[in-house]
């Protein structure tokens, strides 16, 4: 079973930064793309940035230039940067990987794996 676990929400007030953290554990064979969405209540949730095993970065219009995504492999862990911070930028973030599990049978199992989600708040 896998599992990510997210860390580094919270207040700041606008102009400010914060650093967002995922780390996936369990029997992880592989992970190919790793990226961060956002959702507001009642709202679809949106892509905020994605990174592929490969380095290939994509980002939201809305974020480009002020947050950076990286991935840290050897930790099975992705991180965003977020500087400038808005009050638009105020929501529930996710972390999102694309897993291959070592299942009970030695098979890999490749699934998609959200984070519990952690809470921004950017105040004017």
């Known amino acids: 079973q896998v599992q990510l676990v997210e860390s580094g929400g919270g207040l700041v007030q606008a102009g400010g930064s914060l650093r967002l953290s995922c780390a996936a554990s369990g029997s992880i064979f592989a992970i190919n793309a790793m990226g961060w969405y956002r959702q507001a209540p009642g709202n679809q949730r949106e892509l905020v940035a994605t990174?592929?095993?490969?380095?290939?970065?994509n980002y939201a219009d809305s974020v480009k230039g002020r947050f950076t995504i990286s991935r840290d492999n050897g930790k099975n862990a992705v991180h965003l940067q977020m500087n400038s911070l808005k009050p638009e930028d105020t929501f529930v973030y996710y972390c999102n990987m694309d897993v291959g599990a070592i299942a009970s049978t030695g098979r890999i199992v490749w699934s998609e794996y959200w984070g519990q989600g952690t809470e921004v708040t950017v105040s004017s």
């Open positions: 990174i592929s095993s490969g380095g290939r970065i």
